[in-house]
């Protein structure tokens, strides 16, 4: 157990010196541009360095989230546009999915979802304008 802590702190550590080095370098460099203010260089890489999480903080937190409602009445509507086609062309869906299933085996939960978002999506649009006709 005390050797796993040593390893963290020993770690994190390494981490710290190596993002000063990475500052320290970055601010000197900037420094030599501004001949007369090297004083600059330094104040760039620190605004920089502390607006990023600023920044990525503001723009995850500040996401507009979904209702509850109006998602659930979506996936509803899309369940049976799915269930539909699928009772219209039971041979097709049973071979998507079983051709589905071999290719997403190995794959990270992310990468299938991004592809299926791709694949299925423009499937589903042409079935509900269809439908619409």
Do not use: C, N
């Not at 299933?101 to 649009?125: D, Q, Y």
């Amino acid at each position: 157990m005390s050797l796993g802590i040593l390893a963290v702190a020993v770690a994190a550590g390494i981490l710290l010196i190596s993002v000063f080095f990475l500052m320290y370098g970055a601010a000197t460099g900037l420094g030599t541009v501004f001949v007369d203010k090297p004083w600059l260089g330094w104040v760039i890489t620190g605004g920089v360095f502390l607006s990023g999480p600023i920044l990525f903080f503001t723009i995850h937190f500040s996401k507009p989230k979904k209702k509850p409602a109006d998602f659930s009445k979506t996936s509803e509507a899309l369940l049976q546009q799915i269930l539909d086609a699928t009772r219209k062309h039971p041979l097709q869906s049973t071979g998507a999915a079983a051709a589905a299933g071999f290719m997403v085996g190995g794959k990270e939960p992310s990468e299938i979802t991004h592809a299926l978002k791709e694949a299925l999506i423009p499937i589903l649009v042409e079935y509900i304008q269809s439908r619409q006709k």
